[in-house]
């Protein structure tokens, strides 16, 4: 029988969710290298895209580590199968002839949720689920510094930006 209740959340996790009792932070946590995880070099085209994606939208916060490239690389092949089970559904359509010629539920609705149901549970060791990432803050500095990259200052800082 497996742990019961919530899986355990990471200590990194914990400190940007602002967690500053001691009590609840596990100081002597393995911590896995710092380095962000390389692609492997056999993963599909599709996953690939999925994988430079992620870390590029995640990479600033720390919490996806060398030691998560095999999570990372399942949750990439997951995405890419979803996405092209779903297109060869959307083709096919919901319904499709039976062995004896009647409409029958496409067996593809059963491979998609299937994917999608893999997809939750990776995100969510991850981190990429908007429940995962509700809690997480970075600092302000790094949050502005990507906004700034993105999109410029906002109106009233590129004055002062100007000037200065």
């Known amino acids: 029988m497996g742990r ?18 001691p009590s609840r932070l596990n100081r002597h946590e393995p911590m896995p290298s710092p380095d962000v995880p390389k692609m492997p070099r056999d993963m599909d085209a599709e996953a690939k895209v999925v994988w430079r994606r992620v870390l590029r939208d995640m990479r600033h916060t720390g919490v996806i580590r060398a030691a998560d490239t095999d999570v990372l690389r399942a949750y990439c092949e ?4 979803y996405q092209h089970a779903a297109r060869m559904l959307g083709q096919s359509g919901p319904l499709v002839r039976g ?43 790094h949050a502005l510094d990507s906004l700034t990259a993105d999109i410029g200052l906002p109106p009233r800082l590129r004055v002062v930006a100007d000037v200065g």
């Open 4 to 21: 019961r209740g919530p899986a355990p959340v990471p200590t990194k996790v914990k400190l940007l969710r602002g967690e500053t009792r």
């Open 99 to 141: 062995q004896r010629g009647e409409l029958v539920k496409n067996p593809l609705h059963q491979v998609v949720r299937d994917n999608a149901d893999e997809i939750r549970q990776f995100a969510r060791e991850l981190g990429l689920s908007p429940s995962a990432r509700v809690g997480l803050r970075i600092e302000r500095e």
């Open 78 to 81: 997951s995405v890419a199968r």
